[in-house]
């Protein structure tokens, strides 16, 4: 089991987290003007990347907020988190 | 190479002069710096694709390229269910073409991959599952794939050790049964595909990674380079299952994929005790026994991305919860060993075999959590989209721009459950 650090409440288990997906992803807008092929990268299309990835994860059963992560996902290792409007640490 | 074939007359012969007579079942050579079509993952996709593109469209000259050795990626790592009851007509289609090859799978490859058609039973739990199998059962009969529904008396008539006591947490209240369903040996496949196929002339380059992919002028694929050196290739075809989105970047082709860990387990071997294979997508297990007396049990996906193939013990621990629950006499086994693999999702948990948007560079990925059941099927279609430069019918659907288009082939919110 992972031992996430949430920014705000400090290093807690993994159960109490869920894992929302990749981050950084910015809805097209505005959405009649968006066409099929920036929709589909939008919703379906992923980085699902071998490596340093950036990721969104919500402290559920602790504070409830969003963060971001980045961790590289060959190791499982947690490289930093940061919060959320953050830019991604270098 | 001659062929060695395997029967009983040739192992009783065998026998005679103390087994020293058997060969090799296939060569370990070194690449060669151009191929016909090249396919990227030595798995039993990748292999059957190999044999099929030699055996059925002709193409002389193909390589398999695998990172590792063949069948030690998911291959190796699941827990070989095969059945095809799955709720949608292009779904129905795909699967029941696999099972159907997988009928006369060990015939076809002269190798005996053990294909076992026990009969796979889906449980129900609560009223909701009640009316999602039974309509599962129903579309499956539509499609002429067979199905049934059990009450729970015939349900432990067909597998004793179930328990349908009605003060459980979760009840059986019925179940759905494939009686064509089983399993297969997940070693034997790959050795088969791989045996058959490097009798047709196939390299099957084991320790060879692929670390790019070139493209000519014109954007079409041109070959692959390799921990092994450049390979020449107008035609390369990517199976390479959790991994796809790695290899697939090297041509800057985004799809549709997330990689996740997903686990499974075996008992310590027991004498046969479990005739069948049970499911429960409610709970969340997935049991059979091995013809090595194991029970194989396949745990769930942890929740989040990663390439480790490996993953939490508390996703396991939730599957023996229900394992323990439905067959209380498994309660005193020993665990014997638990690993993980790494699944590529799609986001309605159906595949894709597919062109890509780069000429000459083939997809085969998406299978999630159940693409061993495909192997087979999988394999022989894709073999046919990339000798032939399209889609056979039953794949045609099972395209990356269904994700453009929006004609997804939701099995996921069909199933409401990783399968």
Same mark, same amino acid.
């Given at each position: 089991?992972?031992?996430?650090?949430?920014?705000?409440?400090?290093?807690?288990?993994?159960?109490?987290?869920?894992?929302?997906?990749?981050?950084?992803?910015?809805?097209?807008?505005?959405?009649?003007?968006?066409?099929?092929?920036? @929709?589909?990268?939008?919703?379906?299309?992923?980085?699902?990347? $071998?490596?340093?990835?950036?990721?969104? @994860?919500?402290?559920?059963?602790?504070?409830? $907020?969003?963060?971001?992560?980045?961790?590289?996902?060959?190791?499982?290792?947690?490289?930093?988190?940061? $919060?959320?409007?953050?830019?991604?640490?270098? | 190479?001659?062929?060695?074939?395997?029967?009983?007359?040739?192992?009783?012969?065998?026998?005679?002069?103390?087994?020293?007579?058997?060969?090799?079942?296939?060569?370990?050579?070194?690449?060669?710096?151009?191929?016909?079509?090249?396919?990227?993952?030595?798995?039993?996709?990748?292999? !059957?694709?190999?044999?099929?593109?030699?055996?059925?469209?002709?193409?002389?000259?193909?390589?398999?390229?695998?990172?590792?050795?063949?069948?030690?990626?998911?291959?190796?790592?699941?827990?070989?269910?095969?059945?095809?009851?799955?709720?949608?007509?292009?779904?129905?289609?795909?699967?029941?073409?696999?099972?159907?090859?997988?009928?006369?799978?060990?015939?076809?490859?002269?190798?005996?991959?053990?294909?076992?058609?026990?009969?796979?039973?889906?449980?129900?739990?609560?009223?909701?599952?009640?009316?999602?199998?039974?309509?599962?059962?129903?579309?499956?009969?539509?499609?002429?794939?067979?199905?049934?529904?059990?009450?729970?008396?015939?349900?432990?008539?067909?597998?004793?050790?179930?328990?349908?006591?009605?003060?459980?947490?979760?009840?059986?209240?019925?179940?759905?049964?494939?009686?064509? !369903?089983?399993?297969?040996?997940?070693?034997?496949?790959?050795?088969?595909?791989?045996?058959?196929?490097?009798?047709?002339?196939?390299?099957?380059?084991?320790?060879?990674?692929?670390?790019?992919?070139?493209?000519?002028?014109?954007?079409?694929?041109?070959?692959?380079?390799?921990?092994?050196?450049?390979?020449?290739?107008?035609?390369?075809?990517?199976?390479?299952?959790?991994?796809?989105?790695?290899?697939?970047?090297?041509?800057?082709?985004?799809?549709?994929?997330?990689?996740?860990?997903?686990?499974?387990?075996?008992?310590?071997?027991?004498?046969?005790?479990?005739?069948?294979?049970?499911?429960?997508?409610?709970?969340?297990?997935?049991?059979?026994?091995?013809?090595?007396?194991?029970?194989?049990?396949?745990?769930?996906?942890?929740?989040?991305?990663?390439?480790?193939?490996?993953?939490?013990?508390?996703?396991?621990?939730?599957?023996?919860?229900?394992?323990?629950?439905?067959?209380?006499?498994?309660?005193?086994?020993?665990?014997?060993?638990?690993?993980?693999?790494?699944?590529?999702?799609?986001?309605?948990?159906?595949?894709?075999?597919?062109?890509?948007?780069?000429?000459?560079?083939?997809?085969?990925? !998406?299978?999630?959590?159940?693409?061993?059941?495909?192997?087979?099927?999988?394999?022989?279609?894709?073999?046919?989209?990339?000798?032939?430069?399209?889609?056979?019918?039953?794949?045609?659907?099972?395209?990356?721009?269904?994700?453009?288009?929006?004609?997804?082939?939701?099995?996921?919110?069909?199933?409401?459950?990783?399968?």
């Amino acid at each position: 089991m992972l031992l996430i650090p949430c920014p705000y409440c400090g290093p807690r288990p993994e159960i109490e987290f869920t894992h929302g997906g990749e981050a950084h992803l910015i809805r097209p807008a505005p959405p009649a003007a968006v066409d099929e092929d920036t @929709w589909s990268q939008f919703l379906y299309m992923r980085t699902n990347l $071998k490596g340093a990835h950036a990721e969104r @994860w919500r402290h559920a059963r602790g504070c409830g $907020k969003f963060f971001n992560a980045l961790r590289d996902t060959s190791t499982d290792h947690f490289i930093a988190v940061y $919060k959320t409007g953050e830019p991604r640490p270098a | 190479m001659s062929k060695q074939s395997f029967s009983a007359l040739s192992l009783f012969w065998r026998g005679l002069s103390r087994h020293r007579g058997w060969r090799q079942q296939w060569r370990k050579p070194d690449p060669e710096p151009q191929y016909d079509a090249v396919i990227v993952g030595g798995g039993g996709h990748g292999l !059957g694709a190999a044999y099929y593109l030699a055996k059925e469209h002709g193409l002389g000259h193909i390589a398999v390229l695998e990172k590792g050795w063949i069948g030690g990626g998911n291959t190796g790592r699941n827990t070989t269910i095969i059945r095809s009851n799955y709720l949608f007509n292009e779904s129905a289609a795909l699967y029941d073409h696999s099972l159907k090859m997988w009928e006369n799978l060990s015939q076809a490859l002269d190798y005996n991959v053990m294909f076992s058609p026990r009969g796979v039973m889906m449980l129900a739990h609560t009223i909701h599952d009640i009316q999602v199998i039974k309509r599962h059962v129903h579309a499956n009969r539509c499609n002429g794939v067979d199905n049934e529904w059990l009450e729970p008396a015939a349900a432990k008539a067909f597998c004793p050790p179930l328990n349908i006591d009605s003060n459980i947490r979760y009840p059986v209240l019925g179940a759905a049964l494939q009686r064509r !369903g089983g399993t297969a040996r997940h070693d034997a496949v790959a050795w088969g595909y791989a045996r058959a196929a490097d009798e047709l002339g196939v390299d099957i380059i084991e320790n060879c990674e692929v670390t790019g992919i070139r493209r000519d002028a014109s954007g079409a694929v041109a070959g692959v380079e390799t921990t092994r050196g450049y390979i020449q290739s107008k035609k390369i075809g990517v199976s390479a299952a959790g991994h796809t989105s790695v290899i697939l970047q090297l041509a800057g082709v985004r799809l549709p994929l997330e990689s996740f860990p997903l686990q499974a387990l075996v008992s310590e071997p027991v004498k046969p005790i479990f005739p069948c294979v049970v499911m429960s997508n409610t709970i969340h297990a997935y049991i059979s026994q091995s013809d090595k007396g194991e029970l194989v049990i396949g745990a769930g996906t942890d929740a989040y991305t990663s390439y480790t193939q490996r993953g939490a013990l508390h996703i396991n621990m939730h599957t023996l919860d229900a394992v323990c629950e439905l067959f209380p006499t498994f309660r005193r086994l020993a665990v014997l060993r638990n690993w993980g693999g790494i699944v590529d999702v799609t986001p309605d948990r159906s595949p894709i075999i597919a062109k890509t948007p780069v000429p000459g560079l083939y997809v085969n990925c !998406g299978w999630g959590t159940g693409g061993f059941k495909a192997t087979p099927g999988a394999a022989h279609l894709f073999a046919w989209t990339m000798a032939r430069d399209e889609p056979h019918p039953i794949n045609a659907p099972f395209s990356i721009e269904r994700f453009r288009d929006g004609v997804l082939i939701d099995e996921a919110a069909a199933a409401a459950v990783a399968h």
